[in-house]
């Protein structure tokens, strides 16, 4: 793209009434503009499935798109649906999201699953705030569900709209809230087409994290994710792996196994018993169910 460049300096050209109207059209236009020339194409993108969609936002949290790719297809393949996820055992569903990391995650959508179909006969709510009652969903997927599956017209703020609006409105500040954004976000939100409006904005903060310095740094809310190689996390899914792999097991054999000290091993364990991802029954682990 020719020109990747929109700014409006909120600091220093906003009025108490925020932003004026010909900026929002010239924004909603620029963000059009660009997704037309370079949005990119998923697969989640393509359905209108509230369950496959829903699959998408939780494998999506925390974990790079490209390892996404290559478990999506084979997890709807085995779960084509919430009565499929519904009667897995959290050993089967653990297999398939093996790479994805935050194994909870897994035990959040299979949980779902279940009270979709126990509680709303196999349809996916539109409301914010009963989807934020379901294990796993928090505001942002809560609203995201909203926008993607029903096209409702909500709010909301993830990583790379984050950066778009930091980039775009807020170029000389170095401390910006989300609670200075969001009100940015529902002035400019295209209320025709708002899930084709947030897949645009996600693209183009995709493409500043590749071509400018990242503007997240100046995020209020900016932290940096701590290495995987050997921490707690990569222990937790070697755990996980190993027990569904070999089946129960008892402290001394995991130990042997894994060749980690005894205090992260047992902390990890307690850990994952404590989330509902493992049942210690007279001193064995297995996988919950």
Same mark, same amino acid.
């Given at each position: 793209?020719?020109?990747?460049?929109?700014?409006?300096?909120?600091?220093?050209?906003?009025?108490?009434?925020?932003?004026?109207?010909?900026?929002?059209e010239?924004?909603?236009?620029?963000?059009?503009?660009?997704y037309?020339r370079e949005?990119r194409?998923f697969?989640? #993108?393509?359905t209108r499935d509230?369950?496959?969609?829903?699959?998408?936002?939780?494998?999506?949290?925390?974990?790079q798109?490209?390892?996404?790719l290559?478990?999506y297809g084979p997890?709807?393949?085995r779960?084509?649906?919430?009565q499929a996820?519904?009667?897995?055992?959290?050993?089967?569903?653990?297999g398939l999201? #093996?790479?994805?990391g935050?194994?909870r995650?897994?035990?959040?959508l299979?949980?779902?699953a279940?009270r979709?179909v126990?509680?709303?006969?196999?349809r996916?709510?539109?409301?914010?705030?009963?989807?934020?009652t379901?294990?796993?969903i928090?505001?942002y997927?809560? #609203?995201?569900?909203?926008a993607?599956?029903?096209e409702l017209?909500?709010?909301f703020?993830e990583t790379?709209?984050? #950066?778009?609006?930091?980039?775009?409105?807020?170029?000389?500040r170095?401390?910006v809230?989300?609670?200075?954004?969001?009100?940015l976000v529902?002035m400019?939100?295209?209320?025709r087409e708002p899930r084709r409006w947030?897949y645009?904005?996600?693209d183009?903060?995709?493409?500043?994290r590749?071509r400018?310095?990242n503007?997240?740094?100046?995020?209020?809310?900016y932290?940096?994710?701590?290495?995987?190689?050997?921490?707690?996390r990569?222990?937790?899914?070697?755990?996980?792996?190993?027990?569904s792999?070999?089946?129960?097991?008892a402290?001394?054999?995991?130990?042997k196994?894994?060749?980690?000290?005894?205090?992260?091993?047992r902390r990890?364990?307690?850990?994952?018993?404590e989330?509902?991802?493992?049942?210690c029954e007279?001193?064995v682990y297995?996988?919950a169910?």
């Open positions: 793209m020719e020109n990747l460049e929109f700014f409006f300096d909120l600091d220093s050209e906003a009025g108490e009434g925020g932003l004026p109207t010909d900026v929002i010239t924004f909603r236009r620029f963000i059009h503009l660009f037309a949005g194409a697969p989640w #993108r393509e509230p369950y496959a969609i829903l699959v998408s936002e939780l494998m999506l949290q925390q974990t798109t490209e390892r996404v290559t478990k997890f709807l393949e779960f084509p649906d919430f996820l519904a009667k897995a055992g959290l050993n089967e569903v653990f999201w #093996r790479g994805l935050y194994n995650r897994a035990k959040a299979r949980d779902i279940v979709v126990d509680e709303h006969g196999g996916l709510p539109d409301e914010p705030s009963l989807l934020e379901f294990p796993g928090g505001p997927t809560a #609203r995201a569900l909203c993607f599956v029903f017209p909500v709010a703020i790379n709209i984050r #950066r778009v609006y930091l980039h775009c409105f807020f170029p000389g170095e401390v809230h989300d609670r200075d954004i969001l009100p529902e400019t939100l295209d209320p947030y645009a904005l996600m183009y903060g995709a493409a500043l590749r400018v310095p503007p997240n740094t100046r995020s209020a809310h932290t940096r994710q701590a290495p995987f190689e050997n921490s707690n990569q222990l937790r899914g070697r755990l996980l792996a190993l027990l792999g070999s089946g129960p097991m402290p001394a054999s995991i130990l196994e894994l060749q980690v000290s005894t205090e992260r091993v990890s364990l307690v850990e994952l018993e989330d509902g991802l493992l049942v007279k001193g297995r996988i169910e």
